[in-house]
């Protein structure tokens, strides 16, 4: 199994609301990362976790909130969006973390429309 | 820092050759290629590490300039399935958090 399976696909919330992303894996591999992707930009690192703790975060605001509950499951808490937060969310791992000479198994992402 | 691609778009006939350009102002452990189609997620290509060796498979191969900062990304014969946005991404030496971080992409079209 070589897949990194994201749910849901598609997510609608409003800036009051409260919702997760969820993120999963069965590779063993023990770095699970967050990415922001914005339609036609690069994906942005914004959580690293590694050996199911976080090694980074990338100043994200606080309304996102990584969770890693054991090492297969990736999840982000999300609450008081704001519409610029409308993105294509995508989860990722890899055998370890940074530096490393593996590759970025990405999932189908998330994508997050904030009204 | 982000690295710097060049071209940011590509248009080209099927069996016509491409090279992408990835360039980085820090000195660089490795050098990573991803193809993202539209509405999908990026796909892995390969990964360059320092020492500037030259990889490749099928017909999309990839070289590391170490002294230059730089990688080419080369795709020879090219099929309409090349499509998508390219992107390299870097891990600096191994100095301070250690993270990868992406070009802003090049979009490539190949038409029939």
């Known amino acids: 199994d070589t897949e990194v399976t994201q749910t849901p696909k598609h997510l609608v919330m409003g800036m009051t609301n409260k919702k997760s992303l969820k993120c999963e894996q069965h590779m063993g591999h023990r770095a699970m990362y967050w990415y922001k992707q914005k339609a036609k930009k690069p994906p942005e690192l914004m959580f690293v976790y590694s050996y199911e703790k976080l090694s980074i975060n990338e100043s994200v605001p606080s309304r996102f909130s990584p969770e890693c509950p054991n090492s297969s499951l990736l999840n982000l808490h999300l609450h008081a969006l704001q519409p610029e937060d409308s993105a294509l969310y995508l989860c990722a791992s890899s055998q370890d973390q940074f530096p490393h000479t593996g590759e970025l198994f990405f999932g189908e992402g998330s994508r997050l429309t904030v009204l | 820092q982000q690295p710097v691609q060049s071209p940011q778009a590509v248009i080209l006939r099927e069996g016509e050759d491409a090279v992408i350009n990835c360039s980085s102002s820090k000195a660089l452990y490795s050098v990573h290629w991803y193809r993202q189609k539209h509405g999908e997620a990026p796909v892995f290509l390969m990964i360059l590490l320092k020492g500037g060796e030259q990889k490749g498979h099928d017909k999309i191969s990839a070289s590391f300039n170490e002294k230059k900062q730089q990688s080419s990304l080369y795709l020879t014969a090219s099929q309409l399935s090349y499509s998508g946005t390219y992107f390299c991404?870097?891990?600096?030496?191994?100095?301070?958090?250690?993270?990868?971080?992406f070009g802003q992409g090049t979009r490539l079209t190949i038409n029939p």
């Open positions: 991404g870097t891990e600096p030496e191994l100095t301070g958090a250690q993270k990868l971080v």
